[in-house]
């Protein structure tokens, strides 16, 4: 289903000259499933509050989020399929697709190691994460820990989503786990961690977020990046970005780093 669409929004981009036509829907696929970029309830998320506002302000396209398993996803970037994945960044997807591209940084964000405040994981080196049980994420690639997990220096425990190993944390069946600043700036921001946690001042990896397209979206790409330019002046995207506690990723010129790694 989700394939047949996004063929005809292809065909449609391509072989249409119609000026007043219906919107061309364009699948977007979110793999993720910890806040702000997924929420299990029926609110709106980051994701879904993106498509709204890229929807709001051009008549060109319809932006309609697809929820997607990372492993489901991997499969599909391999098999040659179009595609558009939000919040991704091409260094991640570029041993299964080398023809890919990305647009403008929508944010940027970070790895970071959660423990309790009551056995916290001082993070110096990763040579501190050796005999730890770390909670990682299904079908995801970490750079730098991936020789350790393969020869046991660190037990990886996959879960399916960031709540699985936060709720393992606190039934101690994991020592830490990776999760994102901006899952964590967002859970704090709503108070949702049972008990303290400590969030490790050296981060796993910092990257920036985009729209990652395959090669059949190339020649939407600086459609892409003006729509996303314009999300700077849209204020219900500033709202948004507000209430889900991401506004200081946006621009990382703004952001003292010390402070980042305080919480």
């Excluded at 647009?103 to 009551?118: E, M, N, Q």
């Excluded at 969030?199 to 920036?208: K, M, P, Q, V, Y």
């Amino acid at each position: 289903m989700i394939k047949n669409l996004i063929f005809v929004g292809i065909a449609v981009i391509l072989f249409s000259k119609e000026t007043h036509a219906q919107p061309v829907t364009l699948p977007v696929f979110v793999y993720h499933d910890e806040a702000p970029l997924h929420l299990d309830s029926n609110e709106l998320d980051l994701s879904q509050a993106w498509a709204k506002t890229m929807n709001a302000q051009q008549s060109q396209y319809c932006f309609v989020i697809q929820k997607i398993t990372r492993p489901a996803l991997n499969h599909w970037v391999e098999g040659e399929s179009p595609f558009m994945i939000l919040w991704a960044n091409t260094l991640w997807f570029r041993s299964k697709d080398t023809n890919i591209k990305a647009t403008k940084p929508l944010f940027w964000d970070a790895d970071v190691v959660v423990s309790l405040r009551d056995n916290p994981v001082q993070l110096q080196t990763f040579d501190d994460l050796i005999g730890l049980r770390l909670g990682a994420r299904d079908g995801h690639y970490y750079k730098g820990l991936e020789e350790c997990f393969s020869d046991g220096r660190i037990k990886r425990v996959d879960s399916n989503s960031s709540k699985d190993n936060l709720r393992s944390l606190m039934n101690s069946e994991i020592d830490a786990y990776i999760d994102s600043r901006s899952s964590v700036l967002f859970t704090k921001q709503n108070n949702a961690y049972e008990q303290p946690v400590y969030i490790a001042g050296l981060a796993h990896d910092a990257f920036s977020r985009h729209l990652v397209v395959s090669r059949d979206y190339f020649e939407l790409l600086p459609f892409l990046n003006q729509q996303i330019e314009q999300l700077k002046a849209s204020s219900e995207w500033q709202s948004y970005i507000q209430g889900f506690a991401i506004h200081r990723l946006v621009d990382p010129f703004e952001l003292d780093l010390k402070e980042l790694d305080q919480y």
